[in-house]
C-alpha cells in the first residue's frame, strides 16, 4: 500500500483522537466486516498482540503504516478502507439471518438411517457458513456438529485428478453429461460405456482410480485428506472408521457399478475393484464441519487459492471444469431444476451437507440432515432458493443493472 494512503487511512479512523488508534479498534472494524481475530492472516500480521492485553495499545501513524506494508494480501487495507468483497457485511449478514430464520422452519424430509448423525436429540440440525474470497466469515446455526462429506468428496476427487493426471486422459474414461444411474434404467454408462458424468456413484469410482493407484489405501486416503486440509486453511479433517465399515457391509450396488464397467472395459487395466471400493468409501467417510466446508468451498470461488493461506491448490482450468460439472450435475437428479432456479454450481451429499459455489465471491455450505427424494438437503435446497432469488448471483443474472430487482452486496451503497 502507497504510504501517502495509508496516512491518510490512519487520519480518516483516527477522527480527533490525537492518541492513534488501537490494535483493538482495528480488530473490530474487521470484525464487523466479517474477518475474525483469529483468521491466520491476522495472526500473522499482529502476532501475539492480537490475544493479549496489547490489543489497547495505541499505535501510532508509523506503527499503523508499516502494519499495512505488512499485509502482503492488503487484507487490513481493503477490510479498514471498505473494499472487502462484500463491503457492508453486517447488512448482508442481517440478509442471510432472515433467510436462516425462514428456512429453519422448514422440517420436511426425511433421515438416512444408514448414517451416523450427530446428536440426534438435536436434529434436525440446521447450520449455515458463508466464507467469501476475502475470508470474510458468517455463521449460523450448529456449528459445533461434524458431518461425513460423502458425495461432496466427488468434485474434489475429481479436481484431484484433474490436476494430477490431466483431463484427455481422465475423460476417456468418465463422460460429462448430466445423466441417471438407475439400475432399472438401459442408460446405467453412456453410449461408450462409460459413466455419464464424475459427481455420480460410477463416475466417481473411476475417477478414484486414477488417485495415486500405486499406493496403498491409507495413503491414498491421506493424499485427499491432505487436499482437504489446503483448502480449509491448514484444518485437519477426520475420517469416520466406523462410518466406513457400516457402509462397506453395504457395499454390493457400488461393486455392481465397478464389475459392470470393468466388464465393458472402462477401466484403466490392473484394477482391484475391492481395494477401489474401500478407498471411495473412505474418502466419503471424511468428516467436516460447516466451516471448514465454507472454507473448501471458497477455495473454488478464489479458482483455487486458498483464501487464508494463499496457498495454490489447484489450477484455474481445474476449478472451471469442476464447477462446469457441479452446476449441470451437482444434486442427482435434481441438477436441472436447481441450475434453473439458483444458478450456481452445488454439491450436496447424503448426509445432509451441501457446498456451494458464487464464483469470484464466496463459498456457502448448508448441513441440515433430512432428504428430499433426490437424496438433497431440504433446508439445503430451500436456503439456495431463497439466496438466488435475494441475490443477482444466479449465472445469468445482470450484474450491472437492477432489472431483476435483486440486491448485489459486492457494491458499496453507503
Known sequence: MERNKAENLYSKLINDDNDGISIRQLLEIMER??????????QKILGKEADSDETKRKLSKNEFVNLLE?????????????????PDFEDFQNDIQAIFEETKHNLEGEM????????????????????????????????????????ICKPINYAIVHRDTGKEKLHKHVGVEPGSEKFESNMVLNERDLPHNPLINSGAIMT?????????????????MEVWKNMTGGKEVNFNEASFQAERKDANKHLALAH????????????????????????????????????AAATLANYGTCVSTGKKVFGHDTVRDTLSLMLSSGTYDHSGEFAFRVGLP????????????????????????????????????????????RFNFHHFDAVDSSIHGKKDPRKNRT
Open 70 to 86: 505488512k499485509s502482503e494480501s492488503h487484507l487490513f487495507e481493503k477490510a479498514l478502507a471498505g473494499e472487502l468483497i462484500i
Open 208 to 224: 478414484s482410480a486414477f488417485i495415486k493407484p500405486e499406493h496403498k489405501v491409507r495413503e491414498r486416503l491421506d493424499y485427499v
Open 33 to 42: 466486516g466479517g474477518i475474525r481475530s483469529n483468521d491466520p492472516r491476522v
Open 112 to 151: 438416512k438411517d444408514i448414517l451416523p448423525h450427530p446428536q440426534p436429540d438435536r436434529q434436525p440440525a440446521y447450520a449455515v457458513s458463508i466464507c467469501t474470497v476475502d475470508g470474510q466469515l458468517l455463521q449460523l446455526g450448529d456449528h459445533d456438529l461434524t458431518f461425513l462429506i460423502q458425495s
Open 260 to 295: 459392470l464397467m470393468k466388464d465393458r472395459g472402462a477401466f484403466p487395466a490392473d484394477i482391484d475393484l475391492h481395494v477401489l471400493i474401500d478407498f471411495y468409501l473412505q474418502c466419503c467417510a471424511i468428516e467436516v464441519n460447516i466451516d471448514d466446508l465454507a472454507h
Open 346 to 389: 452445488a454439491k450436496s451429499g447424503i448426509a445432509g451437507g451441501m457446498m456451494v459455489v458464487v464464483p469470484g465471491v464466496m463459498g456457502i455450505s448448508v448441513y441440515s440432515p433430512p432428504l428430499d427424494k433426490h437424496g438433497n438437503s431440504v433446508r439445503g435446497v430451500d436456503f439456495c432458493e431463497k439466496f438466488a432469488d
